[in-house]
């Protein structure tokens, strides 16, 4: 039987604080705001701060805006690496084996809970894959789990797996943990502080000689750290600048207006600037004149432009106004940004690499025991991790042009995004090359219609009762 009362409290001792900035990191992600304003690292707040900020001041204004960069850092990457991932498969295959693949693919979402597993690991710094077969129908499933939804213990010699665990920790009534081996997963509850066990049964993705431990963990790197938690203090930061700037404005006027010897109408004067915008004084000496309140908004907008170029710097990721800041970007500043995210994006992809092949072992043991699959060695099934980038598809066409490659008409037209038909505009161009040229004469290419001057020489129209 896996696991015990010990075993999966020393777990949750060592997974607390990953745990607890994982759930802060998502809860960020999700627009949520912190439960708790007191804290000592930014990091381990459950939400986003800003939001949580109260006035020091009873009444005062506290605005409090929040810029997701962190959001906009994880679809960066996610779409950059895992939106385009295809499957190769060897000829050594035995037969079913890509039908599964295609099956899964298409029918329960493989994509998209694909993409889930790339959304938790750059937001929180890993995620779990849950497999399990439906005890009715004998179908394989899987799920996405948060990076604090889940665990595996590795074996610290050779590196594999020995325990996989999936767990919800809350109120004693609904916190569970399932501890899975290589061939047989036990549920535990916790019942006056003792994690007890409930059920123990065979998961049936393992056997004793084909061992393998359903839970694959998904990491963003071997630190597990994610890519908004890097700059997660530049992103405070920002808000906080943002909040402050919006307060001072909410607060204080801009600008006042200074009146002068008014006397006892004052009353009447501010009536008039209500009702006409003017104001008319008709004391000895008086004057009205605004006193503006100056605000050094540049050096607002040098803080937060440094800072949103150093948090997108810092994820190793892009931002089309850090990119540009006023002017377009040079290919350097262009390519040195696609660079550094390239970079960190290979660390991720040879941590998924693994990854995919523990699934792989998981999957193949699924087909040989319900499927009656041969046995395969699932190094014949790969992957290509085909990178997506925002691209200047105009400047691609002239590059290619320029580099001799020839392309259809119909695929240039597809390319630049013309709303046309090209197979009709081909008809167009075909059917204007063929109508007749007629010589005409100049009077005859340009009549002066009846009642319209004619024009001189200089194309202007002459008066005919000149």
Same mark, same amino acid.
């Given at each position: ?8 409290k020393r777990?949750l ?6 745990d607890?900035?994982?759930?802060g990191? %998502?809860s960020?992600?999700m ?6 304003? +007191? +804290?000592?690292?930014p990091?381990?707040a ?5 939001l949580a ?9 506290n605005?409090?805006?929040h810029?997701p960069?962190d ?5 960066n ?8 991932i295809?499957?190769? =498969?060897?000829?050594?295959l035995?037969?079913?084996?890509e039908d599964?693949?295609?099956? +899964?693919?298409?029918?329960q979402g493989?994509q ?6 790339a959304?938790f690991?750059v937001?929180q710094g890993t995620s779990f894959a849950?497999?399990?077969?439906v005890?009715?129908?004998?179908? =394989?499933?899987?799920?996405s789990?948060r990076?604090?939804?889940g ?8 590196g594999?797996?020995?325990y996989?665990?999936?767990? =919800?920790?809350g109120?004693?009534e609904?916190?569970f943990c ?9 549920l535990y509850?916790p019942l006056?502080?003792?994690w ?9 993705l393992g ?6 431990v359903?839970?694959?963990?998904y990491?963003n790197?071997p630190?597990?750290?994610g890519n ?8 405070d930061?920002?808000d ?15 600008s006042y207006l200074l ?5 006892s109408d004052a009353?009447g ?7 006409a915008?003017i104001?008319?004084?008709? /004391?000895?000496g008086g004057?009205?004149?605004f006193v ?14 440094e800072?949103?170029?150093?948090i ?6 892009y931002?089309?106004?850090v990119?540009?800041?006023g002017?377009p970007?040079?290919a350097?500043?262009v390519?040195m ?5 390239e970079?960190?994006t290979?660390?991720?992809v040879?941590? %998924? ?18 499927e ?5 060695d699932v190094?014949?099934?790969d992957r290509?991790f ?9 400047q691609?066409l002239? /590059? ?9 008409n119909?695929t240039l ?12 505009e081909?008809?167009?161009i075909g059917?204007?090359r063929?109508l007749p ?6 009077e005859?290419?340009n ?7 004619? /024009?001189?020489?200089n194309g ?6 000149d």
């Open positions: 039987m896996p696991g015990s009362d010990d075993q999966i777990m001792a060592l997974t607390g604080t990953r607890a900035i994982a759930y990191m %998502w960020r992600y627009l949520q705001p912190a439960t708790n304003y +007191w +804290w000592l690292d990091r381990e459950d939400g986003v701060p800003i900020r109260r006035a020091i001041t009873p009444g005062a204004v605005e409090r805006l810029v960069y959001r906009e850092i994880v679809s990457k996610v779409a950059y690496f895992a939106s385009n295809q499957l190769v =498969f060897g000829e050594a035995p037969p079913g084996v599964y693949y295609r099956w +899964w693919r298409e029918t493989g998209a809970k694909i993409m889930s597993l959304k690991a937001d849950h497999c399990w077969v005890s009715d129908t004998g179908e =394989f499933r899987m799920r789990l990076g604090d939804e665990f595996v213990d590795y074996d610290p010699v050779t594999d797996p020995m996989g665990y999936r767990y =919800f920790i109120a004693e609904y916190s399932e501890v899975y081996d290589g061939v047989e997963v036990t509850r006056s502080g003792i007890t066990a409930q059920d123990t049964r065979p998961h049936g056997t004793a000689t084909n061992p393998a359903p839970i694959v963990e990491p790197n630190e597990r750290i908004p938690e890097m700059v997660i203090s530049l992103c930061a920002y906080t600048s943002m909040s402050d700037l919006s307060s001072e404005i909410a607060q204080l006027r801009l009146i002068h010897g008014a006397g009353a004067i501010k009536e008039q600037l209500k009702q915008g104001i008319v004084i008709d /004391e000895a004057d009205a004149r503006d309140r100056n605000m050094n908004v540049s050096a607002v907008k040098q803080l937060q432009d800072l949103r170029k150093l997108f710097e810092g994820a190793a990721s931002n089309p106004s990119l540009s800041e002017q970007p040079t350097f500043e390519n940004r696609f660079e550094a995210l970079q960190d290979q660390i991720t040879a941590e %998924w690499e693994k990854a995919f092949r523990l699934h792989d072992t998981i999957v193949k043991n699924y087909l040989m025991t319900f009656g699959v041969a046995d395969y190094s014949d099934i290509i085909r990178r997506t980038a925002p691209r200047n598809i105009l691609a002239v /590059e290619a042009r320029n580099a001799g490659i020839v392309l259809s119909q037209v597809e390319l630049s995004g013309l709303p046309v038909d090209p197979i009709l081909a008809e167009r059917n204007e063929v040229v007629v010589d005409m004469t100049a005859e290419a009549p002066v219609m009846e009642g319209q001057s004619p /024009e001189d020489d202007r129209g002459t008066d005919p009762t």
